[in-house]
């Protein structure tokens, strides 16, 4: 009996066929810019380096643009000064293509100083006009360590006023929403409130944008004081007074880094869906570093071997574990960029994934979306049989 391929075998022919088509690859990833970058780094993939490569590296640094496309993938030893080669090599980039610099940059640290330019500038110096932001989410990540306990009921909806004293919905995007769910039900769009819309489609047909300094940091002067004696019902409570109002007074500085920068759009319709009569328009926002948060995920998962395990790159006979991490990192680059043009390609679904597995086969949602994939198939279906010629 001929013997079944062990792991070092298959992973050795991995090896080789990525390094056949290196070249291609490595083209594919550096043709991407973008106007809105995101800069972020994770120590997750590091965990998967073993043998001689071990603690050789600390970081994964990533950036990623609007469109949450990958531009270049880096491991360094640190965040700061290790960055120097990755930005001298992002701005030759855009130099040799003849490609307009980008306008934002979006950070979780180094965004501004007490003088001069910020770290993140001094970076990217040869871009002056750049505009340096920090991300919402890493400076409400701040806020959060404040809380006693994430597990306190009173933490989500700590989070969401923090949220609203950051952000304000555009009126006119949330009215013509309120305006399409209320056709659905066929009720008066005057009596119902968008409380009840799903945060999910608020954020796919409307747009947000920042309050502005003096505002939100006034609307959290008020959240906090509401906030201070807040206990759930065994007394407990949210959070702590002297630890909160530190972190708020460091952290009071950065309300002008979480700003819009202005005559920048952030928004970008990406499709459009007709509900309750009224086409409604489909964002995607470019603010922030979500994406790239994904982006780490998807390498975790997609590089094998894990910290308490022993890591599958230490299994490679034909290449080094350097060698086999750059391998690993070309592929996934690859692999995002194709899942984000198959995206783009997709047509937009009139209703939303269902949030459980009971919701999936029952109730309105199955019927809507069996109804949406009968007609994708009958329509499918009938341009293969009008383009098939007839045998009578």
């Keep these: 009996m001929t013997p079944v391929p062990g792991t070092k075998w298959l992973l050795s022919i991995y090896a080789r066929v990525v390094a056949s088509r290196l070249d291609e ?3 594919r ?3 991407i810019f973008g106007s809105i970058l995101k800069m972020d780094s994770t120590k997750k993939v590091i965990k998967k380096l073993a043998g001689a490569a071990a603690g050789t590296a600390a970081w994964v640094t990533n950036v990623g643009n609007e469109h949450g496309q990958i531009l270049i993938s880096v491991l360094t030893a640190a965040e700061g000064a290790g960055l ?5 090599g992002l701005m030759r980039r855009y130099r040799d293509a003849s490609v307009s610099p980008p306008l934002v940059l979006y ?3 180094d965004c501004c100083s007490h003088g001069g330019p910020c770290k993140v500038s001094l970076l990217f110096n040869q871009w002056d006009q750049l505009v340096v ?3 919402v989410w890493h400076l409400m990540r701040r806020f959060a360590a ?3 306990t994430e597990s306190h009921p009173l933490y989500s909806l700590f989070m969401a006023r923090l949220s609203f004293c950051i952000f304000e919905w555009d009126q ?3 009215a013509r929403l309120r305006q399409a769910k209320a056709g659905e039900a066929g009720n008066d769009p005057r009596g119902s409130g968008y409380g009840k819309i799903p945060l999910k489609e608020l954020a796919r047909h409307c747009r947000r944008r920042t309050r502005g300094a003096e505002e939100t940091g006034r609307l959290i002067d008020e959240m906090l004081e509401a906030f201070g004696d807040a206990t759930d019902t065994m007394g407990i409570p949210l959070l702590g007074r002297a630890k909160i109002q530190e972190i708020w007074k460091t952290q009071r500085r950065h309300l002008h880094c979480i700003q819009d920068p202005p005559g920048v759009h952030l928004y970008m319709q990406t499709g459009q869906l007709v509900k309750g009569g009224i086409t409604l328009p489909v964002f995607r926002c470019g603010r922030g570093s979500t994406s790239l948060e994904s982006f780490h995920l998807h390498l975790d998962r997609f590089i094998p071997g894990k910290g308490a395990q022993k890591p599958v790159l230490c299994d490679l006979c034909c290449a080094r574990e350097w060698v086999a991490l750059h391998f690993y990192l070309c592929v996934s680059l690859s692999l995002s960029l194709t899942h984000r043009v198959f995206q783009a390609l997709q047509p937009a679904r009139p209703t939303f994934r269902p949030i459980c597995w009971k919701a999936w086969h029952g109730g309105t949602r199955t019927v809507r979306q ?3 994939r009968k007609e994708t198939v009958i329509s499918s279906a009938t341009v293969a049989n009008s383009s098939t010629p007839s045998t009578s």
């Design 146 to 148: 404040g809380v006693t």
């Design 29 to 31: 990833i550096t043709s």
């Design 107 to 109: 950070v979780d640290r």
């Design 133 to 135: 932001r920090l991300d």
């Design 25 to 27: 690859t490595k083209a």
């Design 84 to 88: 120097h080669p990755m930005a001298t």
């Design 370 to 372: 069996k109804q949406w």
């Design 172 to 174: 006119g995007d949330v």
